[in-house]
């Protein structure tokens, strides 16, 4: 098989980058290991920023989205027993939309199926060669034979396990990785969410967040011990941590019955550069971020973003200055978001050894000034909702 770009990977990396080359005309195939029913249900993230709707606005492929999304305009920070909201449209002009990564990949997958284009599913990438040459290939194992696609860019969207970062070479990579010493509890039940927005709480028992993901539906976490497992965290035990730490006079949480829990490890990931010869790193493949600042998918459709121009240019002009500074432009955002949510992280989040309090203290302080100062709290909305 030929084709222009081989994209490894069908998440909303991959598929977006397949959907902005296809409306110029850029032939792509798209190699997912999993079954299509996998990829679309796998629970993930569901808060999308403003430049992200925007992008799928601008595909035409945001009329799900428009219509069942939930649009939130503001936050509620939690902390000492109070509620503090941060109103992104007065301080910004800017939302913030609750959409479910699975149903962005249906809609996705849907639109990719109906243009007729190459959607490979189990189609499992074993290795890549030929990347420092005119055209790299990119080799698959599908219905128990392997398989061989040659092309002239390799975009390597397929995750932090896959195959893509896997074939830079060690010497020209560099890797920053940092382990948080806690987890996260993550549940979602079947009950109408007990609030109109997003809460972020933080308390002397750890970190909680009242999420949502539809008028039906609530997600909701607790912060946890690193090695804990499902086992220690049984209904009512979930339930009565979520009680406590989100408490707040004149307000309640309703119960309801879980549909899926997991624990989520919090880490921090970044391998520098995100390309090497012929082939590009984009999204969970090159960074992973702590969930707390709710940047996974945005980041990873911010890149493919940069990584389209940088194509569409080539195969206009014959220029691959674009394509050259891809790292570059990537990283600036990338970093940016890192720090964002390693502040947001270590806001709410109760850390071990903070045996005279001091680490309490200074989160305090940090979230009683983010939530009385406009420009505190404005530098906040202005990340949370998306950097340009």
């Not at 009565?240 to 880490?267: F, K, N, Q, Y």
């Not at 005279?356 to 000034?369: E, F, I, V």
Request: charged share 20%; glycine share 10%; with cysteine.
């Amino acid at each position: 098989m030929r084709t222009r770009v081989a994209i490894i990977g069908a998440g909303p990396a991959g598929l977006t980058l397949a959907h902005l080359l296809y409306r110029v005309g850029i032939e792509t195939v798209v190699l997912e290991s999993h079954t299509r029913r996998h990829v679309e249900t796998r629970i993930r993230a569901g808060i999308l920023e403003h430049g992200t709707v925007e992008t799928f606005r601008d595909l035409g492929l945001a009329g799900r989205l428009d219509h069942e999304g939930l649009e939130h305009r503001g936050v509620e920070l939690r902390f000492d027993g109070g509620g503090h909201r941060i109103a992104f449209d007065q301080l910004v002009g800017r939302s913030i939309w609750v959409y479910g990564q699975q149903d962005v990949v249906k809609d996705l997958i849907s639109a990719r199926v109906e243009s007729c284009q190459p959607l490979l599913f189990e189609a499992e990438a074993i290795g890549i060669d030929g990347l420092d040459s005119t055209y790299p290939s990119v080799r698959y194992r599908q219905n128990g034979a392997e398989q061989i696609v040659t092309c002239d860019f390799v975009a390597g969207c397929d995750g932090f396990h896959g195959v893509a970062r896997q074939a830079m070479p060690l010497s020209a990579l560099r890797e920053y990785a940092h382990e948080y010493p806690f987890g996260w509890v993550g549940i979602l039940a079947a009950v109408p969410p007990s609030t109109d927005e997003l809460i972020y709480a933080s308390h002397t028992r750890g970190f909680a967040l009242h999420s949502l993901r539809s008028p039906e539906l609530s997600r909701l976490y607790i912060q946890c011990e690193p090695n804990d497992t499902l086992e220690k965290w049984p209904d009512r035990r979930i339930w009565d941590e979520l009680h406590t730490r989100l408490e707040c006079p004149g307000w309640s949480l309703a119960e309801g019955p879980v549909l899926e829990r997991g624990i989520t490890l919090m880490r921090s990931y970044v391998a520098e550069p995100m390309q090497h010869g012929r082939l590009y790193l984009a999204g969970d493949a090159a960074h992973i971020v702590p969930p707390t600042g709710a940047k996974g998918l945005n980041l990873a459709v911010a890149d493919v973003r940069v990584l389209a121009r940088g194509l569409i240019e080539y195969y206009t002009t014959g220029d691959t200055g674009a394509l050259d500074t891809y790292t570059e432009t990537c990283l600036r955002r990338v970093w940016k978001v890192m720090h964002f949510s390693a502040w947001m992280t270590s806001m709410f989040h109760k850390f071990p050894g903070d045996l005279d309090g001091t680490q309490r203290r200074l989160q305090l302080a940090q979230l009683d000034y983010v939530t009385s100062s406009e420009a505190a709290a404005k530098a906040l909305a202005e990340q949370y909702t998306g950097l340009p």
